[in-house]
């Protein structure tokens, strides 16, 4: 079945972001879009991705390292 395309309203309201921030995601690489015509469209997939990332960056930060037992 095809993947569903979105377009950046529809990306701003997945990810709670304004339009100038999803261009600036796209711009650094950190998320992936195309232009058909002059419109932007996205796959829900790469925004899942994009979504998923960010969960690890996340839960990378607030880990932890194992400190040494005093002895």
């Not at 100038?20 to 650094?28: E, N």
């Amino acid at each position: 079945m095809p993947q569903e395309l979105l377009n950046i309203k529809q990306v701003q309201d997945k990810l709670g972001v304004s339009e100038r921030t999803v261009f600036r995601l796209i711009k650094d690489g950190e998320l992936k879009g195309f232009k058909v015509g002059r419109e932007w469209r996205f796959e829900e997939s790469d925004i899942e991705d994009y979504i998923m990332r960010q969960r690890k960056k996340a839960e990378q930060m607030f880990q932890q390292p194992d400190e040494p037992e005093a002895a």
